[in-house]
């Protein structure tokens, strides 16, 4: 299986996801410019991250690629002990993550692609920061007295853990919120975290 990711995009979490199978993976990181060159593009015409080729299959779309991680490695238990309900709670933390918290992030990473006035951008970026201390409020909720998301690690886990780190570099107020302080710590001291980060050049 290789992964085709770019530093610090939403990709890093199927990185941190592979690296937690144990399982051999190959990864590429791109940057920018080569995500729309021909070779990748012949991948994913989007030009977007992530995609992986495993064999003659080809995925994009990050939700659909965790799930077939954990699918084609069960023994590392991403998506849980293979029970309905573990299944469903992964997913139900990882559908938080991909519909809700991840969009949320959008009016600041590209204003210009929700209102044309340069002058209200900052505006927009205001409320998206609002919003967004609004749903990780219920991420501190959900994990008072849990290490993760689901209560137990899935690939949840680092998806929400890269948006942690936008957070951080954006401005987010992530103040007040120890369990996901603590959550971050307890990511950031994870092996196959910091393996991925390396490997992306983000340690």
Not at 30 to 45: C, D, F, G, S
Not at 134 to 163: C, H, I, M, N
Request: charged residues 20%; proline residues 6%; hydrophobic residues 45%.
């Amino acid at each position: 299986m290789k992964l085709y990711t770019k530093p610090g995009a939403c990709s890093t979490a199927d990185h941190i996801a592979l690296q937690w199978t144990g399982q051999p993976f190959e990864v590429e990181v791109l940057t920018a410019a080569t995500m729309k060159e021909p070779a990748y593009l012949a991948i994913n015409p989007t030009g977007a991250v992530p995609a992986i080729v495993d064999g003659d299959f080809v995925l994009t779309q990050n939700a659909a690629i965790m799930g077939y991680i954990a699918d084609t490695y069960p023994q590392a238990k991403l998506a849980g002990d293979g029970s309905p309900r573990q299944r469903a709670e992964a997913n139900r933390w990882l559908s938080f993550v991909n519909s809700d918290l991840h969009p949320a992030f959008r009016p600041i990473f590209g204003p210009a692609a929700f209102l044309a006035d340069e002058g209200q951008h900052d505006a927009l970026k205001a409320a998206a920061r609002k919003r967004l201390r609004a749903l990780y409020e219920q991420a501190e909720k959900q994990l008072q007295g849990r290490d993760w998301l689901a209560g137990f690690r899935s690939f949840a886990d680092p998806y929400f853990y890269v948006t942690l780190r936008w957070a951080g570099f954006l401005g987010v107020d992530l103040s007040g919120l120890p369990n996901i302080a603590a959550f971050k710590a307890r990511m950031e001291a994870d092996i196959g975290v910091q393996e991925a980060l390396k490997a992306e050049g983000l340690a």
